[in-house]
């Protein structure tokens, strides 16, 4: 392995993977807990301090991970994240810029370089000339990105959820079989016939493919800076609240009344139809 940086600060990015939609309750199929990232402050400045202005102070004052997402999947090499809604590029007098709350909210990219490679598991990196908030965890050792990509920072804690994620099901765009063999060609022949029909009969869809595309949402749910190994907020979203609680009743109430209705649809229906032979 190559050089390492050295962390001279930590924050937290607490997610929420929801594995299982099959669930009367979303939350009976999802996963919680927290990564806890080392940042290199020292071999990338500019790159962390790009990276620390999305985890504003007062929650709202600004676009934050707090409302961020994991989206993406480069099969067994990075998991891709920090997505955060609301927050969308835009165009402004033939730039590209970006807009949050109906503002233009000014961004640069921080064009950084150093010496850091690609080389291990567990690194974040982030793209040179993206002035966005994505980022990227590797899954194995990635040497493709190292004239792309600026290695900031690892993950201290939480890698049992980036395995989980490596897990959900993803958009592969390609079959996944041995390249020539019977599975393989039949999957390409079939994804051709249906891009041929879509397009023929319209469909604008076909024009757009998401490689890597996770099928599966993960959400971060909170994000803060670790100061003196305690979080600025004293408050832990992971422990259940009465209130979360009570939520998690009410919509097992409201999906069994739901569940209700549609079988008394469904018998009143069978019994207008044996009526009417």
Same mark, same amino acid.
């Given at each position: 392995m190559g050089e390492r940086g050295d962390v001279t600060s930590k924050v937290y990015?607490?997610?929420?993977?929801?594995?299982?939609?099959? %669930? =009367?309750?979303? =939350?009976?199929?999802?996963?919680? &807990?927290?990564?806890?990232? *080392?940042?290199?402050?020292d071999e990338a400045p500019k790159t962390v301090a790009h990276f620390l202005q999305f985890f504003p102070k007062v929650s709202g004052e600004a676009p934050g991970y707090a409302?961020?997402?994991?989206?993406? #999947?480069?099969? &067994?090499?990075?998991?891709?994240? @920090? %997505?955060?809604? *609301?927050?969308?590029?835009? $165009?402004l007098a033939g730039s590209d810029s970006y807009e949050w709350n109906g503002a233009v909210y000014p961004l640069k990219p921080p064009l950084? /370089?150093? =010496?850091?490679? #690609?080389?291990?598991?567990?690194?974040i990196s982030h793209k040179k000339f993206?002035? &966005?908030p994505e980022f990227d965890i590797l899954l194995s050792p990635s040497p493709e990105l190292d004239s792309s990509n600026t290695v900031? *920072? +690892?993950?201290?804690? &939480? $890698?049992?959820?980036?395995? +989980?994620?490596? $897990?959900?099901?993803?958009?592969t765009g390609r079959s996944l079989d041995p390249k020539g063999s019977v599975a393989s060609n039949l999957w390409s022949a079939q994804n051709q016939y249906f891009r041929g029909l879509a397009k023929s009969l319209g469909d604008t869809r076909v024009q757009k493919t998401f490689p890597g595309k996770l099928l599966r949402r993960v959400e971060i749910t909170k994000a803060g800076v670790?100061? *003196? @190994? =305690?979080?600025? +907020?004293? /408050?832990?979203?992971?422990?259940?609240?009465p209130e979360s609680a009570l939520k998690g009743n009410l919509q097992r109430e409201l999906f069994q009344l739901k569940r209700k209705k549609q079988l008394q649809? %469904?018998?009143?229906?069978?019994?207008a139809r044996l009526l009417s032979e």
């Open positions: 990015l607490d997610l929420r993977i929801l594995k299982d939609y099959n %669930k =009367e309750v979303l =939350e009976d199929g999802a996963v919680r &807990g927290r990564l806890v990232i *080392g940042l290199y402050g409302t961020g997402s994991f989206f993406r #999947h480069e099969a &067994g090499k990075w998991l891709e994240g @920090g %997505k955060i809604s *609301g927050l969308l590029p835009t $165009q950084e /370089a150093n =010496e850091l490679r #690609h080389d291990r598991k567990w690194l993206n002035a &966005g900031f *920072g +690892e993950v201290l804690a &939480g $890698q049992e959820l980036l395995l +989980e994620m490596a $897990q959900l099901p993803f958009v670790v100061v *003196g @190994g =305690e979080d600025e +907020e004293e /408050a832990d979203d992971s422990v259940p609240t649809e %469904k018998e009143d229906a069978e019994a």
